[in-house]
């Protein structure tokens, strides 16, 4: 089970990172589903070998929303907005790169020190967990685009999620639910959002917004 699960703990970060490197707002689309697709399945890999009706179920719905519906809702905003890349984010593409490098080894520190409750599934999930916060983190603050921020809050939700998923494992299955429904929520009222920016202004550039307070 631990190999299975560290491999895609390995696909988490080099997804996160090569979306840290790319400019192209179809890649990171693309980056993003993958990834979603990757965490959601986390949970069948802590149920053991007979997976129940109720693992298979939240691991079905968490794939078809993060790998599916939230990267088609992005997509579609981005061709109403008809932008393909991030051009001139605050933080240049490899200052990024070398920021995800280091937070990278910041989380393999801190997750040496914490102490958990329960042992780990892995000994890279508390890493991944963190790493996928803080590139999340990041990501949103350093991009321009609104639809490259959004990207960085699914980022970031990913690894709340992984972190839910792979430690807290005493909570109600209706508290994980809960957090799904608020990304739901999220990402259709930022496409609709970006879409309508995109429409008045033709550019979704977050920074340009704070003209209108003149």
């Given amino acids: 089970m631990h190999n299975g699960l560290d491999v895609l703990l390995l696909i988490a970060i080099l997804t996160s990172l090569s979306m840290l490197a790319s400019s192209r707002l179809r890649t990171c689309i693309r980056l993003i589903s993958l990834q979603g697709v990757v965490v959601g399945i986390l949970p069948l890999f802590l149920t053991g070998p007979s ?16 790998g599916v519906l939230f ?3 992005l997509s579609r905003a981005q061709r109403q907005a008809n932008v393909r890349r991030e051009v001139e984010p605050y933080v240049g593409y490899g200052p990024s790169l070398m920021f995800g490098a280091g937070a990278l080894a910041l989380s393999a520190w801190l997750s040496s020190r914490l102490p958990l409750p329960d042992p780990a599934p ?3 999930a508390l890493t991944v967990a963190l790493f996928l916060g803080l590139t999340g983190l990041f990501m949103t603050i350093s991009r321009k685009k609104a639809i490259s921020q959004v990207l960085g809050y699914l980022l970031l939700e990913n690894g709340i999620f992984a972190f839910g998923v792979l430690f807290v494992r005493h909570q109600p299955l209706l508290v994980e639910l809960g957090v799904l429904l608020d990304i ?5 009222v930022m496409g609709v959002a970006i879409s309508h920016i995109s429409r008045e202004f033709d550019h979704i550039d977050a920074d340009r917004l704070s003209s209108l307070r003149d």
């Fill in 184 to 188: 739901f929520a999220a990402v259709f």
């Fill in 71 to 73: 990267p088609w809702v």
């Fill in 122 to 124: 892995s000994p890279f």
């Fill in 51 to 66: 997976h129940s009706a109720l693992g298979i179920t939240y691991a079905v719905a968490s794939v078809a929303s993060r």
